[in-house]
């Protein structure tokens, strides 16, 4: 076999350049998780006699309750603050010091990388939780690019496709619907806004493509995707046309209070905590809630047109490297459900980390590169450790009737139309 034919994997271009930084690390991955050992790294430690770990290894190492399979053997426990207990004072992991990287459980050894797979095309991305991945990822001024890297043989838990998108040509033209997600929210001649409407445009006729009779839908597919092509090659009647649509602010502001109002507080990360206690007083969510919709309202908006739009105004590609991330190591929108519930689930994330950028815009009376990167990780790995907020994203979708389309629309268009493209 060739060089050039060496199997490989699709990744982000940054992908080679991360670093775990270890104890300098401002939100360490050891803490707050549920760390699952495979049976074979389970029996390794029940069985170690190092002298720094093997009461640790007796203590801290369990069977998982309910049991688990072979992938999900036994369990680290985690202390009462949610540290892992193999965790020293530097934030630095004990197994690794005291045994080598080796010796980690494939958890631990891999994250935060994830493989994805889909149809022949392997895919390895980075996940946003780790503070370090979001800074590469998220700041990066150029559009988030893909290259090729060689195969890692310890990234074996691969993720696929959603049941019933495997056949051959349904998986070529999924991937062209996604290469054009990708390129709709890297056009820079539109507003964020304006690119995920439309993309909830294409995905709304795209799903109606799938439904035609089996001879043709193929051919329909194709077609949405080529007149989706053909609309980006004129942006700016395409921003003129989608500025014409109506706000509704007052859903909007409904919308995100229930769904910050649904975040628990009782959550671990101390770090999150604290983001979402200044968003909510930067927003007045809570001690002094504005008493009207009206006036919400107006807090929003200033809030927005002070501290929120000069900063996003000038720096969109945070929020634009946010939702790219997000569709390729999401496999977006084929992971599961219909293409529409998984669009209506990611607009609705990108509403809550909005606002919280708002909010903390509001409350540091500025929006700086730190702050942004800091609130976009932090509710990363909220997100994937509270997997119930999935279901109550589902359940207020529903309650606010957004399932229909247009009115998720109107709750995307912003305060300000206007508002300068990136
Ligand atoms: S969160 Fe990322 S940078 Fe921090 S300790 Fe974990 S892997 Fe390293």
Same mark, same amino acid.
């Given at each position: 076999m060739t060089e050039t034919e060496k199997p490989n994997a699709l990744c982000p271009s940054h992908y080679p350049n991360f670093h775990c930084i270890g104890g300098q690390c401002e939100d360490s991955c050891c803490i707050g998780w549920r760390v699952h050992l495979d049976k074979a790294t389970y029996h390794f430690y029940k069985s170690n006699r190092h002298k720094a770990l093997f009461k640790l290894f007796e203590q801290s190492v369990r069977r998982s309750e309910?049991?688990?399979?072979?992938?999900?053997?036994?369990?680290?426990?985690?202390?009462?603050?949610?540290r892992c207990a193999f965790l020293d004072n530097e934030n630095l992991c004990r197994i690794q010091h005291n045994l080598g990287a080796q010796a980690l459980s494939k958890v631990c050894a891999n994250y935060p990388r994830r493989a994805n797979r889909l149809g022949d095309q392997l895919e390895y991305s980075l996940s946003l939780?780790?503070?370090?991945?979001?800074?590469?990822?998220l700041l990066d001024e150029q559009a988030m690019r893909f290259v090729s890297t060689d195969i890692d043989p310890a990234l074996d838990?691969?993720?696929?496709?959603?049941?019933?998108? /495997?056949s051959e040509t349904g998986l070529m033209v999924l991937n062209d619907l996604r290469a054009l997600i990708i390129g709709i929210l890297q056009s820079r001649d539109l507003?964020?806004? *304006?690119?995920?409407?439309?993309?909830?445009?294409?995905?709304?006729?795209?799903? *109606?493509a799938m439904q035609a009779p089996a001879i043709s839908a193929g051919q329909h597919q194709r077609e949405v995707l080529q007149r989706y092509v053909a609309l980006l090659g004129r942006p700016q009647s395409l921003q003129n046309d989608i500025d014409q649509l109506q706000p509704n602010l007052i859903l909007k502001m409904r919308l995100v209070t229930a769904l910050i109002g649904d975040i628990p507080t009782s959550e671990h /990360?101390?770090?999150?905590? /604290?983001i979402l206690k200044e968003a909510a007083e930067g927003l007045s969510f809570q001690d002094k809630a504005p008493a009207t919709d009206d006036e919400r309202i107006a807090c929003h908006a200033s809030a927005y047109a002070d501290y929120y739009a000069p900063y996003f105004d000038h720096h969109a590609h945070v929020l634009e490297n946010y939702l790219v991330h997000h569709v390729f190591h999401a496999?977006?929108?084929f992971a599961r459900t219909t293409l529409l519930a998984q669009y209506r689930e990611m607009v609705c994330n990108y509403l809550v980390v909005t606002t919280l950028l708002l909010g903390r815009a509001a409350f540091h009376k500025t929006m700086t590169a730190e702050l942004a990167v800091g609130t976009i990780q932090s509710y990363t790995r909220f997100a994937g450790h509270y997997t119930h907020f999935k279901e109550t994203i589902v359940?207020?979708?529903?309650?606010q009737n957004l399932t229909d389309i247009g009115t998720l629309f109107a709750v995307l268009a912003n305060f300000r139309h206007s508002s300068a493209p990136a």
């Amino acid at each position: 076999m060739t060089e050039t034919e060496k199997p490989n994997a699709l990744c982000p271009s940054h992908y080679p350049n991360f670093h775990c930084i270890g104890g300098q690390c401002e939100d360490s991955c050891c803490i707050g998780w549920r760390v699952h050992l495979d049976k074979a790294t389970y029996h390794f430690y029940k069985s170690n006699r190092h002298k720094a770990l093997f009461k640790l290894f007796e203590q801290s190492v369990r069977r998982s309750e309910p049991k688990g399979d072979d992938k999900h053997f036994g369990i680290i426990s985690m202390g009462e603050d949610g540290r892992c207990a193999f965790l020293d004072n530097e934030n630095l992991c004990r197994i690794q010091h005291n045994l080598g990287a080796q010796a980690l459980s494939k958890v631990c050894a891999n994250y935060p990388r994830r493989a994805n797979r889909l149809g022949d095309q392997l895919e390895y991305s980075l996940s946003l939780s780790c503070p370090e991945v979001a800074r590469l990822t998220l700041l990066d001024e150029q559009a988030m690019r893909f290259v090729s890297t060689d195969i890692d043989p310890a990234l074996d838990h691969i993720s696929t496709l959603g049941s019933g998108m /495997n056949s051959e040509t349904g998986l070529m033209v999924l991937n062209d619907l996604r290469a054009l997600i990708i390129g709709i929210l890297q056009s820079r001649d539109l507003t964020i806004d *304006a690119r995920l409407i439309l993309t909830g445009l294409l995905l709304e006729d795209f799903e *109606a493509a799938m439904q035609a009779p089996a001879i043709s839908a193929g051919q329909h597919q194709r077609e949405v995707l080529q007149r989706y092509v053909a609309l980006l090659g004129r942006p700016q009647s395409l921003q003129n046309d989608i500025d014409q649509l109506q706000p509704n602010l007052i859903l909007k502001m409904r919308l995100v209070t229930a769904l910050i109002g649904d975040i628990p507080t009782s959550e671990h /990360n101390t770090r999150f905590r /604290n983001i979402l206690k200044e968003a909510a007083e930067g927003l007045s969510f809570q001690d002094k809630a504005p008493a009207t919709d009206d006036e919400r309202i107006a807090c929003h908006a200033s809030a927005y047109a002070d501290y929120y739009a000069p900063y996003f105004d000038h720096h969109a590609h945070v929020l634009e490297n946010y939702l790219v991330h997000h569709v390729f190591h999401a496999l977006f929108p084929f992971a599961r459900t219909t293409l529409l519930a998984q669009y209506r689930e990611m607009v609705c994330n990108y509403l809550v980390v909005t606002t919280l950028l708002l909010g903390r815009a509001a409350f540091h009376k500025t929006m700086t590169a730190e702050l942004a990167v800091g609130t976009i990780q932090s509710y990363t790995r909220f997100a994937g450790h509270y997997t119930h907020f999935k279901e109550t994203i589902v359940r207020i979708i529903e309650e606010q009737n957004l399932t229909d389309i247009g009115t998720l629309f109107a709750v995307l268009a912003n305060f300000r139309h206007s508002s300068a493209p990136a």
